[in-house]
């Protein structure tokens, strides 16, 4: 399988603990992406990669959320002191290329429920 | 900023219907525009996009045309298939940037 891959697929904890995911894009992908998505919402983008450089961030992304990708492979996302706001889906995808009009592919997502 | 907005769902339809899915965006620049599907328990996976003002993108039966004199990109489907029940979202991508923005979907359900 050559696709995206998200771990966990899913993930139940109590308030105020870490957790933390795993993304392994494609493997010839340079860019990697977060997005969170909640019911019945479209994703959100959270954060990007190019190679190991964390380009850009998202508002949404408060002082408890970190995401590394320290050799340009893959990738984490850690939640620290989780909220049940916190709550949703967590999305990857990966990308190749040099144009914003390339296609992201997207991985199936770690299911975050925060008690 | 930009944004995107799609028709509410549900859109419930009858096997070989017309289906029309409205989408509208707002954007500075040229963005691209895309149309992604999450079928039940599946991840989301691209149907077509388009990258330019007229450009058409089609897949499995599904078209969508780049309007930038109305900002829009309308998924259509000559004839629906019970296969085609799932959430659809309209998404761009910002003109010399990498971020999506993505609509809130819209689901449709297709009835034998």
């Known amino acids: 399988d050559t696709g995206v891959s998200q771990n966990p697929r899913h993930k139940i904890t109590k308030r105020g603990q870490n957790v933390t995911f795993r993304c392994d894009p494609i493997s010839e992908h340079n860019r990697l992406y977060w997005y969170r998505q909640t019911l019945g919402q479209g994703p959100e983008f959270l954060t990007y990669f190019q190679n190991e450089a964390q380009l850009e961030k998202s508002r949404l992304l408060s002082d408890r959320f970190s995401a590394e990708r320290p050799k340009g492979s893959f990738s984490t996302l850690e939640i620290q002191r989780t909220e049940q706001g916190d709550s949703a889906m967590y999305l990857c995808?990966?990308?190749?290329?040099?144009?914003?009009?390339?296609?992201?592919?997207f991985g199936p997502g770690t299911r975050l429920l925060v008690l | 900023g930009d944004s995107v907005t799609q028709m509410e769902g549900p859109v419930t339809l009858s096997e070989e219907a017309f289906l029309t899915i409205n989408c509208t965006y707002t954007a500075t620049g040229y963005p691209s525009l895309f149309w992604y599907v999450q079928y039940p328990g599946e991840g989301l996976q691209l149907l077509l996009k388009a990258t330019k003002a007229d450009d058409k993108g089609s897949n499995k039966g599904f078209e969508a045309t780049y309007r930038k004199e109305t900002t829009s990109f309308h998924l259509e489907k000559g004839s629906v298939q019970v296969s085609d029940s799932a959430v659809y979202f309209c998404a761009l991508s910002e003109a010399g940037g990498f971020k999506t923005i993505f609509g809130a979907g819209t689901r449709l359900f297709v009835k034998a």
């Open positions: 995808a990966s990308s190749s290329g040099t144009s914003y009009q390339e296609t992201q592919y």
